[in-house]
């Protein structure tokens, strides 16, 4: 896919950096030192029509990445560049421009379509506030047309989301994410609420309408082996940090990070066989806090290959190991944890 | 029939498994709810045997009546509007069906434990972890508090928590997700059950945890030699644990095998379609996924046939109008389809295993 990163980015981020005050309230940001450090100097691009896949495990902040560069929530530091405008710096009304062609598409199925509209409505809705297709007969044909292309009965335009399978509702939301025809959709944990079978479904709509229309994912999940299906470029996060990026066969074939040589190893392979003989790397204990990371490399507390000089100073930086391959680690090495060899 | 701890009661578990029979025995088990819209057959004729030191893997979709099974078993099913309809569960060659609610008080926690998939609303948030480690103990065994307490430390450490002294007085939301589960699973083999059921128990969990609880549930395994029931919708956890794996769909087990049969040598095209929709950790060329098409059937009007012929890429007018039958393809391994007998049909759509590609000397 090396061939797609030619030309400008379509989203810069630089250096975004995210942190939430531990309690809420008017004096709480000056009163308080406390801090979540949910997203720290996270730095990436996304080309036009590829898919950049964030893995990492709950609490390590890929959705706060996705919302900060939809500027749900605003980012307290760093840049975000969507289409050579700087997100950050938007008013409200290019903001509204911008989300024109950044879309959002949610875990929950259930909670992220409204109860008491028809899915007439809900996909119609953002053309609606765009003012795209005024005439309302034009809308209605379109909106016909974009359920038949995910895959719903357009004869169930007058039915409530109630009326639908999980499945079926996460196609309402893929239909109202393309109404615009936007030019990166952010899908947070697109399939994670859904049965295998129903999930295969999902992601190949997505791939289908991708190669349809050219638009650029930014695809957050936790699950590995779905992110390795669908992303051409694919980051590891891990308490806020990025701490690997690189094309998806590289990252699944010779991790260089410790952390994502662990985490591909911990995922069970549905083949008895491969499970029997592969040895597995089993960390100890839970990730630390947000609110006080440890010093040094953040993965130090559960690394298998720490040093001292993990320990302290900064966060490693995130360097080129190869072209195209970007790693946080000291001790960089295609899969540094010896004696555990990650089967595929 | 009441029994106290003190008077004659035969413990269940000190006496042997009869002759001829196996562990839990569940034979042709039907629970049906009567609800406003229908009867929903949530469990519609399962059947199997388990063993001492075994693990059984239930994989199936939401609705399939995974759960509901196992929540038969141990009698936690609100009847009505559950009601059941027929077949037996034997656990070492009594029937479960036929005990008295206080009998079943003896064997849940006791006889057959169960972990549950979210362990912050299977734990009490007013108690203690300590008090409810404890709780089966002083139940069951009669153990005084510091008795239970001393006990509960100990299961705390067994099962890999640090400074258990100072943790068993803490409350469950000062436990992170995976300690909780840890602490489910001290709690479930407190009293040394004979059958640990756990439903979804990893589900909720990150995969580096996950990793750590089934590693520890495999442990545990090993060292008290108890049965494993373990309820997933994850392939990848039941090719790590299971012996035997029962695949279910829409209320009925549509193939029953082991490990090895069902992974690499499965005969239903429901089990096809699940292996065919996991995306598969290539190498080199993605290949587009494989789904099921449509969606899983209303338990209320199930389809007259079989169940999965309104999705099933083969299905002929006899799937649709005739419910089929086991049909034994090796000792033990069956399935339900009316095509299983015919060995074309298997080989020509059977997905290809890392086995089929080994043998064809393909790459892998």
Redesign the interface.
């Given at each position: 896919m090396a061939e797609k990163n030619q030309g400008a980015p379509l989203l810069h981020v630089e250096h975004l950096t995210k942190e939430f005050p531990v309690e809420a309230g008017v004096f709480a940001s000056r009163m308080n030192k406390k801090r979540v450090h949910a997203v720290e100097d996270v730095s990436f691009d996304i080309y036009p029509g590829e898919t950049f896949g964030l893995v990492g495990?709950?609490g390590c902040g890929k959705s706060t990445t996705g919302r900060t560069i939809m500027r749900l929530t605003n980012p307290t530091s760093g840049k975000v560049v969507f289409d050579g405008k700087d997100v950050a710096k938007m008013n409200k009304k290019e903001l509204k421009e911008m989300r024109r062609n950044m879309q959002f598409i949610f875990q929950d199925p259930y909670a992220s379509l409204n109860p008491r509209m028809t899915i007439g409505e809900i996909v119609s809705e953002p053309l609606q506030i765009h003012n795209v297709m005024p005439d309302a007969k034009e809308r209605l044909e379109y909106v016909r047309s974009l359920l038949d292309i995910v895959g719903l009965n357009p004869e169930h335009i007058n039915r409530y989301p109630h009326e639908f399978?999980g499945?079926?509702r996460q196609r309402v939301g893929i239909a109202r994410a393309f109404a615009l025809k936007p030019k990166l959709i952010i899908c947070d944990e697109p399939v994670s609420a859904l049965?295998?079978?129903?999930?295969?479904?999902v992601?190949?709509l997505l791939?289908d309408l991708q190669k349809e229309y050219g638009t650029a994912y930014l695809f957050i999940a936790?699950d590995?082996?779905?992110v390795?299906?669908i992303s051409d470029r694919v980051a590891v996060m891990y308490l806020g940090h990025m701490m690997e990026n690189s094309d998806w066969?590289t990252l699944?074939?010779e991790p260089h990070h410790p952390y994502t040589q662990?985490?591909l190893s911990?995922?069970?392979?549905?083949?008895?066989?491969?499970?029997r003989s592969r040895k597995?790397i089993?960390?100890?204990g839970?990730?630390p806090s947000p609110i006080e990371p440890p010093a040094g490399c953040p993965f130090h507390t559960r690394c298998p290959i720490a040093q001292d000089v993990c320990a302290s100073g900064e966060m490693p930086e995130l360097r080129e190991v190869k072209p195209g391959h970007f790693c946080a680690c000291h001790f960089a090495a295609p899969n540094p944890i010896k004696g555990a060899s990650v089967e595929? | 029939m009441a029994r106290k701890k003190n008077d004659n009661w035969v413990e269940l578990k000190d006496q042997p498994v009869p002759e001829g029979s196996h562990l839990l025995e569940v034979d042709d088990l039907k629970m049906y709810f009567h609800t406003q819209d229908g009867v929903v057959k949530a469990v519609d004729g399962v059947s199997y045997t388990l063993d001492r030191g075994e693990t059984l893997g239930v994989v199936g979709?939401?609705g399939s009546g995974k759960s509901v099974t196992s929540l038969t078993i141990m009698g936690l099913i609100d009847m009505p509007p559950g009601k059941i309809e027929g077949g037996d569960v034997r656990y070492r060659g009594k029937s479960l069906l036929e005990m008295s609610e206080h009998e079943m008080e003896h064997i849940r926690g006791n006889d057959i434990a169960m972990i549950f998939q979210d362990p912050m609303t299977s734990l009490n948030p007013v108690y203690t972890i300590g008090r409810q480690l404890g709780e089966g103990l002083r139940l069951h065994r009669g153990y005084t508090k510091e008795q239970a307490t001393e006990r509960s430390i100990e299961l705390l450490r067994m099962v890999g928590i640090p400074n258990a002294e100072q943790r068993v007085k803490d409350y469950p939301h000062e436990f992170?997700g995976?300690?909780r589960q840890r602490v489910m699973i001290a709690m479930a083999l407190a009293c040394d059950p004979d059958i640990l059921i756990a439903d979804e128990p990893t589900t909720a969990l990150?995969?580096?945890?996950?990793?750590?609880i089934?590693?520890l549930m495999k442990e545990m395994q090993e060292k008290n030699g108890n049965a494993i029931i373990m309820i997933t919708?994850?392939?990848?956890?039941?090719?790590?644990v299971a012996d035997k794996i029962m695949v279910m769909y829409a209320g009925s087990p549509v193939e029953f095998g082991t490990?090895?049969e069902i992974?690499?040598g499965a005969s239903h095209p429901y089990t096809w379609?699940?292996?065919?929709?996991?995306?598969?950790?290539?190498?080199?060329e993605?290949k587009?996924?494989?789904?099921?098409?449509g969606?899983?059937p209303s338990l209320v009007n199930a389809p007259k046939g079989c169940p999965f012929s309104p999705r099933c890429p083969y299905a002929q007018d006899i799937c649709r109008n005739k419910k089929p039958e086991p049909h034994f393809v090796g000792e033990g391994h069956y399935t339900k389809c009316h095509f299983a007998s015919d060995p074309d049909f298997i080989k020509k759509n059977a997905p290809s295993?890392?086995?089929t590609q080994n043998a064809e000397g393909g790459e892998?």
């Open positions: 495990e709950s399978s499945g079926q049965d295998v079978s129903i999930q295969a479904q992601l190949n791939s936790h590995l082996s779905v390795q299906h066969k699944y074939d662990a985490l911990a995922v069970p392979v549905p083949d008895p066989d491969v499970q597995r089993i960390l100890k839970d990730p595929l | 979709e939401s992170s995976g300690m990150d995969v580096t945890i996950q990793a750590q089934i590693e919708h994850d392939l990848g956890v039941v090719a790590d490990a090895d992974f690499y379609g699940l292996i065919r929709s996991i995306p598969k950790q290539v190498k080199d993605k587009p996924l494989t789904p099921i098409k969606n899983p295993t890392s086995r892998q």
